[in-house]
């Protein structure tokens, strides 16, 4: 019973201390969603430039952060905000 208890342990402690982008290779990537969504958007409202289109990408995505606030710092919260922001960002440009 206490080798089990042991091996609980080390188990706790290390999923306390490894780092939070370690977690992130694992998780899906939702800049893809919003990349596939600014592919299929409606051409006269996206820029046509491929840079040109970023920065309208990154103006929109940052008008959509500063109206939810600032980010979490916890892992899960921020992978949620994360979520949160790409679909709203889905849903302007498909309007």
């Known amino acids: 019973m206490s080798e089990?208890?042991?091996v609980m342990a080390l188990l706790f402690a290390a999923y306390i201390f490894v780092p939070a982008a370690w977690y992130a290779k694992f998780m899906p990537k939702s800049e893809t969603v919003v990349i596939a969504a600014a592919e299929t958007a409606p051409?006269?409202?996206?820029?046509?430039?491929?840079?040109?289109?970023?920065?309208?990408?990154?103006?929109?995505?940052?008008?959509?952060?500063?109206?939810?606030?600032p980010r979490p710092t916890d892992f899960n919260l921020r992978r949620h905000h994360d979520g949160?922001?790409?679909?709203?960002?889905?849903?302007?440009l498909q309007a």
């Open 43 to 69: 051409a006269a409202k996206t820029p046509e430039d491929s840079m040109l289109r970023r920065h309208y990408m990154t103006q929109l995505q940052s008008e959509i952060e500063r109206e939810l606030g």
């Open 4 to 6: 089990f208890l042991t």
């Open 84 to 92: 949160l922001v790409a679909a709203k960002l889905v849903s302007r």
